[in-house]
């Protein structure tokens, strides 16, 4: 299994809502990391885990948490979110040892904050 | 700050010829850059890397060139295909590229490929 998975697809929230993100690996990858991409434009680092505990927080607002439960899933819970979050988040996760840097992106999860 | 960007936004080229997609960067620390291709609906996937120790890398069909005295790295893919339409990423790693864990990547802002048939 070579691939990085992400639930859902697509995602449309109330600014009132909490929903949460989730993305899974089985490449016993031990770095883990969410991007926020916006329309034709590069992605952007949000956090990143490494060994299940955060290592980078890039000065996220606090309505975005992130959640390591174990070496597999990431999740990132949503609350009380902006229509300017609106956009692509990707998940990525990379293997120590590697010898490149790697990182294995999944296909993101679409959210509209309306 | 330091930024990783690229010459040209969008590259049209037709079928069968060779593309080459040009990036610049800033930071004189960068040690590894990697590009990455994202097609439509999908996240990016790694095409091919380079060390700063290095000035040249072959894939198949890909070839990185890197000129660290203008700061200044490309990617060059022979004999494109419909496929190869997505936009392309050139990316570094910042920090300590050893500190598994702490590296962090900058994209750049993305050159889009279309294939004319």
């Known amino acids: 299994d070579t691939e990085v998975t992400q639930t859902p697809k697509h995602l449309v929230m109330g600014m009132t809502n909490k929903k949460s993100l989730k993305c899974e690996q089985h490449?016993?990858?031990?770095?883990m990391y969410w991007y926020k991409q916006k329309a034709k434009k590069p992605p952007e680092l949000m956090f990143v885990?490494?060994?299940?505990?955060?290592?980078i927080n890039e000065s996220v607002p606090s309505r975005f948490s992130p959640e390591c439960p174990n070496s597999s899933l990431l999740n990132l819970h949503l609350h009380a979110l902006q229509p300017e979050d609106s956009a692509l988040y990707l998940c990525?996760?990379?293997?120590?040892?590697?010898?490149?840097?790697?990182?294995?992106f999944g296909p993101g999860t679409r959210l509209t904050v309306t | 700050g330091e930024s990783v960007g690229l010459h040209l936004p969008t590259l049209s080229v037709q079928e069968g010829d060779n593309s080459i997609i040009n990036c610049a960067y800033s930071?004189?620390?960068?040690?590894?850059f990697i590009w990455y291709k994202q097609e439509s609906g999908k996240g990016p996937q790694f095409i091919i890397d380079?060390?700063?120790?290095?000035d040249k890398r072959q894939g198949q069909r890909v070839t990185v060139l890197l000129n660290k005295t203008v700061k200044h790295l490309s990617l060059q893919i022979a004999a494109t295909q419909p496929g190869d339409s997505a936009v392309y990423f050139c990316?570094?790693?910042?920090?300590?590229?050893?500190?598994?864990?702490?590296?962090?990547?900058?994209f750049g802002t993305g050159t889009r490929l279309t294939i004319i048939p």
């Open positions: 990525a996760s990379s293997q120590k040892d590697s010898p490149t840097y790697e990182q294995y």
């Open positions: 490449m016993g990858h031990r770095a």
């Open positions: 885990y490494s060994y299940e505990k955060l290592s």
């Open positions: 930071n004189s620390a960068s040690d590894y």
């Open positions: 380079i060390r700063s120790n290095m």
């Open positions: 990316a570094e790693i910042n920090g300590e590229a050893s500190d598994f864990g702490n590296e962090k990547l900058t």
